[in-house]
């Protein structure tokens, strides 16, 4: 297997075991509830959240799920088309037994309504949008203008937001950095000066909060589902922890909030860097679409 192949893997099972991981506490800004539900820290957990009735431990929370469905449609059609995908995203939405976002919603009824699908996305800011794009990366890793533009559609499906877009050019640009060889916290900070006012400021937040430990950290820079908050708080365990893929899923977790989406991006960036250790680790069979996953990179790769 050639290196950049088995970073490729481990971006992938990163970001789906990020996800997956985070089911036990997503959505529980409690932390306290979150330390007294006695989760077994080197396994995925069932979850304590009313939001996730139909999921078990080794599922994926409807973001994992989505990204799943990305992945799919990426093996069929060979390419990413805004219309194919956005026409496999709504078929699956409409019987979706798992929990439904209000950026969801709003496309849902936006495309049942027979609109533009370039021009069906909800002004919502939530980071699960840009948390999704991984498995583009995988299928454009060696055209860098066709993943940017592919990453771009995709968010703009359900997330018509400035500050989204940017934000899945910075991680895709830190991404195919760190695939390169690229030292993942020089390619943070100084990939954070060329995306704009807020990334910027985003990005120095998470630096100055890096001597708080991670529940203070993301209490004080941003626990819920928003850009403005969940990026600097994704920055910032990405750079505490960039050298221990799994205590940065453990330490994300245990903060609260939306982990998830935090979870994606964290894994699969850290992937990257941890993609040994994280294919020859048995944690990311608990994954219940394991199987259909390594099928998956396999067509593609």
């Keep these: 297997m050639s290196i950049n192949n088995l970073k490729l893997q481990g971006m992938i099972f990163g970001a789906f075991y990020g996800d997956a991981y985070s089911l036990g506490g997503h959505w529980v800004y409690d932390t306290i509830e979150i330390e007294n539900a006695c989760f077994d820290l080197s396994n995925c957990n069932n979850p304590i959240s009313s939001y996730h009735p139909t999921k078990s431990k080794g599922d994926f929370t409807h973001y994992g799920d989505q990204m799943f469905w990305l992945l799919q449609d990426l093996v069929k059609e060979d390419k990413f088309s805004l219309v194919d995908f956005g026409q496999r995203w709504h078929t699956n939405m409409q019987i979706y037994t ?29 980071l699960s949008a840009v948390s999704r794009m991984f498995p583009i990366i995988l299928k454009y890793n060696d055209s860098l203008l066709d993943m940017q533009e592919a990453i771009k559609l995709h968010t703009i499906l359900t997330h018509m937001n400035k500050d989204l877009v940017l934000s ?4 895709c640009e830190v991404s195919v950095a760190v695939l390169n060889g690229a030292d993942l916290e020089k390619t943070i900070l100084e990939s954070s000066k060329h995306f704009g006012d807020n990334i910027l400021q985003w990005t120095q937040k998470a630096q100055e909060a890096l001597e708080l430990n991670p529940k203070e950290a993301i209490h004080k820079l941003g626990a819920s589902c928003s850009v403005n908050g969940a990026f600097a708080s994704t920055i910032y365990i990405l750079l505490k922890y960039k050298d221990n893929f799994f205590e940065a899923l453990k330490e994300n977790m245990l903060a609260g909030g939306e982990s998830s989406a935090r979870g994606m991006i964290i894994g699969g960036i850290l992937g ?17 679409q394991y199987e259909e996953i390594k099928d998956s990179i396999s067509h593609i790769l």
């Design 98 to 126: 798992g929990y439904i976002d209000g950026a969801s919603k709003h496309t849902v009824k936006k495309l049942s309504e027979e609109k533009n699908y370039f021009a069906c996305g909800s002004s919502s800011s939530d």
């Design 168 to 171: 899945g050019a910075f991680f």
């Design 272 to 288: 990257i860097v941890h993609a040994k250790e994280l294919l020859s680790s048995p944690c990311i069979q608990q994954m219940n």
